[in-house]
């Protein structure tokens, strides 16, 4: 597997330039993110707590950590000092857990809410009306150590292009008109994660900013 080559050829099929590509190395070894890493990848994306741990303990301390997957909140506590961003927050409940292990340790966390996008069941993310119901709630205004930098979705899994588009195109509306929203400053909805190996450059015609792709750059997992 040739990383390099790679992500120079991913990189090449880049719609948006300014679009941050966070390199998902999930299940792959420490030669693997190296190898990323000497190519230049600063951005590395982990959807398991304890492996995000051990790699942060092993590799450069530039590299910024993605937690991209699902969090339990009895977990925050174990990459609260280091996470470099929170793409997957699903729950109000898991958003005041990051806000107080964030005030512990004198840090503002940087998440992305997580909505549910795709026909699928089996993906997280907040709908609609959870979503108002915690931007409507009185709590909410009393979060002082995380700042929502923006949402994140996952398109359904599907040959269907139209299909994958209509629904990155819904989270880029919601999106717009959250921005149109009086929200509390620490709102600030400045990205949207949406994009993987398959799908990144639907995404990144909707409107992507941030882009996590791991197959297409370090092979497939087993
Ligand atoms: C695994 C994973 C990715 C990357 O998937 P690829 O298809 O390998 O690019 C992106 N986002 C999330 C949340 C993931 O779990």
């Given at each position: 597997m040739d990383i390099k080559a790679n992500l120079l050829a991913v990189k090449k099929t880049f719609?948006?330039?300014?679009c941050l590509l966070v390199a998902?190395?999930?299940?792959?070894?420490l030669s693997d993110l190296m190898d990323a890493y000497q190519a230049g990848i600063r951005d590395f994306g982990e959807n398991k707590v304890q492996e995000l741990q051990s790699k942060q303990a092993q590799m450069p301390d530039d590299v910024k950590w993605h937690m991209i997957g699902h969090l339990q909140s009895n977990k925050v506590k174990y990459i609260a000092s280091f996470?470099?961003?929170?793409?997957?927050?699903?729950s109000f409940k898991l958003l005041k857990e990051i806000n107080k292990q964030g005030k512990k340790i004198n840090r503002i966390i940087p998440v992305l809410l997580q909505i549910?996008?795709?026909?699928?069941?089996?993906k997280f993310g907040f709908d609609k009306n959870e979503l108002n119901e915690m931007l409507s709630?009185?709590?909410?205004?009393?979060?002082?150590?995380?700042?929502?930098q923006g949402l994140m979705g996952m398109a359904t899994f599907t040959e269907d292009i139209d299909q994958v588009r209509k629904e990155f195109r819904n989270l880029k509306s919601l999106f717009e008109e959250l921005k149109a929203l009086q929200l509390p400053?620490?709102?600030?909805?400045?990205d949207i994660s949406m994009g993987m190996s398959g799908d990144y450059l639907i995404a990144q015609e909707e409107g992507s900013t941030i882009v996590r792709i791991g197959s297409a750059i370090f092979g497939g997992r087993s």
């Open positions: 719609i948006n330039e300014d998902v190395s999930k299940t792959k070894p996470v470099h961003l929170i793409h997957g927050v699903d549910h996008i795709a026909e699928e069941e089996t709630n009185p709590d909410f205004l009393n979060l002082t150590h995380v700042n929502v400053a620490f709102v600030q909805l400045d």
